[in-house]
């Protein structure tokens, strides 16, 4: 099959010779065309041709987006996914498997009525895992719904953790009256706590190297002697403490302005002439009392002194 070409300048019988000589020789003689070709023209035949070579020595493939493809003979059909979302495994004898990895992502959404893997089934708008427990590894878990179990439940602003309940600024208990914090528990600098009760496993609450400040009352134990009581300089087995008698009736105490020594029934020469007044001892302040007068010539007192009896 040559070129054909006709030059302007060409005369007619040239014209008809050489396109003669196209349709006997280059075309073919349309009589001779197979009876499978029903087109009678080129184009028309060309394609029937390729679909009967399709259908016989190679297939078409077509994707959602209705895209098709020819493979013929001699080509090579390359199934590609991106990484951990599909696998194709080709083998022996003209076998081409498809499948999904061991872990598989996917970027966008998965919606399926029924999910199983291994002993986890996500069916019915539950999860369930034959093993008893479902592990998210370290990723987070987010949901703009509630997120309800045995153990752990959330409703509006509550959340529950077993027995353990937080309301808003609330935490509370429903099976005890008391929450253990099995911790050490810091407040930030300038935080507050309120208490009604503070009680301790050892005999003692500690309180370090704090003032413990209050603006009300400091009240000792009802039931037993209590009190308050000072180790003193040298942490030892002795100690000072300082308690009430049981008082029959609201009793005050006031310390006076002035710094000393505080002065009890033990003390023993602890008291100094400068801490009584003038004219403060009278016959009422001696054990015993004897009476010296001095009388004037009819008998008459003039003057008494009051002195301590043997």
Do not use: C
């Not at 005369?11 to 087109?39: C, H, K, M, P, V």
């Not at 987006?65 to 590609?80: H, K």
């Not at 087995?237 to 000393?260: H, K, L, M, W, Y």
């Amino acid at each position: 099959m040559a070129v054909k070409n006709i030059a302007v300048t060409d005369t007619l019988e040239t014209f008809r010779t050489t396109f003669n000589d196209l349709a006997a020789n280059d075309f073919g003689d349309i009589a001779n065309l197979s009876g499978s070709i029903s087109s009678t023209n080129l184009v028309g035949a060309m394609n029937e041709t390729i679909s009967i070579a399709t259908s016989t020595a190679g297939f078409t493939v077509k994707d959602s987006a209705n895209n098709q493809q020819i493979v013929g003979g001699g080509d090579t059909l390359t199934v590609v996914g991106t990484s951990n979302e599909i696998e194709a495994v080709v083998s022996a004898t003209d076998t081409l498997t498809i499948g999904l990895p061991n872990v598989v992502s996917v970027t966008t959404s998965l919606t399926t009525p029924t999910l199983s893997t291994g002993n986890m089934t996500l069916a019915n708008g539950s999860i369930t895992d034959s093993s008893g427990s479902i592990s998210f590894g370290n990723e987070n878990l987010t949901t703009t719904g509630t997120i309800t179990g045995n153990s752990f439940s959330s409703s509006g602003t509550t959340h529950a953790l077993g027995t353990i309940a937080i309301s808003g600024n609330t935490i509370s208990s429903s099976n005890a009256a008391a929450i253990t914090v099995d911790d050490n528990l810091t407040l930030s600098a300038g935080k507050t706590l309120s208490v009604d009760n503070i009680t301790s496993s050892a005999s003692f609450v500690n309180f370090g190297s704090k003032d413990v400040s209050t603006d009300g009352h400091f009240y000792t134990a009802s039931t037993n002697v209590g009190g308050v009581v000072f180790e003193g300089a040298t942490a030892d087995a002795f100690e000072t403490q300082v308690f009430a008698i049981d008082p029959t009736a609201d009793r005050e105490i006031g310390f006076p302005n002035e710094s000393g020594t505080v002065i009890t029934t033990g003390s023993i020469d602890a008291i100094t002439e400068s801490m009584i007044a003038n004219d403060a001892i009278g016959q009422n302040e001696l054990k015993t009392v004897v009476t010296l007068q001095i009388l004037n010539s009819s008998g008459t007192a003039l003057k008494t002194l009051f002195g301590a009896g043997a």
